[in-house]
């Protein structure tokens, strides 16, 4: 069964700064995997997904890499700003129609 | 504009009680899920469905059903069966069940009272 790790669990940093989210999965047979964020009390946005053919996919500051083969993807923010303050989650799709979601990591960042 | 509509955004349910929450697409999409969020764990789901009148059950079904008498709609009905229901409900879809980017709704709140 498929698991996805998402470290860490919450993150804080002050404006500026270029940040790295980690996201890790089990089962290195996957078709694709998203980045999304989610504000309090909302629904999920999606950021990036990349699929299993890629390496990394990129929008404005954002820029997520895979290596499957690892079982690894990351997210670069890059110039963090207070409006990136949210929970971001990644997720794979494994093939059996459905997507397996990590926990998240909240990240906070200050003015 | 398109996307995913969920109703009701806050709902109350008393003991024994079955609820229902919708979720309505104008995506034209062919898959819709239903998931559940609980305050620091991740979204897990309780029905997806691929097409018209079917539907599969996710890991956490037990206490709900769903129907899926039309391409764009999607409800989920939460029985007196699931014993634990408060928490966030997300509807989502996407134009396959692989390889596409999926679209969520805003979210239902339902607290047992």
């Known amino acids: 069964k498929q698991e996805v790790t998402q470290i860490p669990a919450a993150l804080s940093v002050p404006e500026g700064e270029n940040l790295v989210l980690n996201c890790s999965f089990t089962?290195?047979?996957?078709?694709?995997l998203q980045w999304f964020r989610q504000d309090p009390g909302k629904g999920l946005t999606s950021l990036l997904l990349i699929q299993s053919s890629q390496r990394e996919q990129t929008s404005g500051r954002l820029n997520a890499s895979l290596d499957k083969s690892s079982g690894r993807s990351t997210l670069y923010i890059a110039a963090s700003q207070p409006g990136d303050s949210a929970t971001y989650l990644c997720?794979?799709?494994?093939?059996?129609?459905?997507?397996?979601f990590g926990k998240g990591t909240m990240l906070l960042v200050s003015p | 504009d398109g996307g995913i509509t969920q109703s009701p955004k806050y709902l109350f349910r008393k003991e024994g009680q079955n609820v229902t929450l919708s979720c309505e697409q104008n995506?034209?999409?062919?898959?819709m899920y239903w998931y559940r969020q609980d305050p620091g764990q991740g979204l897990r789901l309780i029905y997806y469905s691929q097409i018209v009148n079917d539907f599969q059950k996710g890991d956490i079904a037990e206490g709900y059903s769903v129907s899926r008498e039309k391409k764009e709609s999607f409800p989920l009905t939460v029985t007196s069966a699931q014993k634990n229901p408060t928490a966030f409900y997300l509807c989502a879809s996407s134009g396959t069940p692989s390889g596409n980017t999926i679209y969520f709704g805003e979210g239902s709140w339902l607290t047992v009272v």
């Open positions: 995506l034209n999409h062919d898959a």
């Open positions: 997720a794979v799709f494994s093939g059996y129609s459905t997507l397996t």
């Open positions: 089962d290195s047979a996957i078709y694709n």
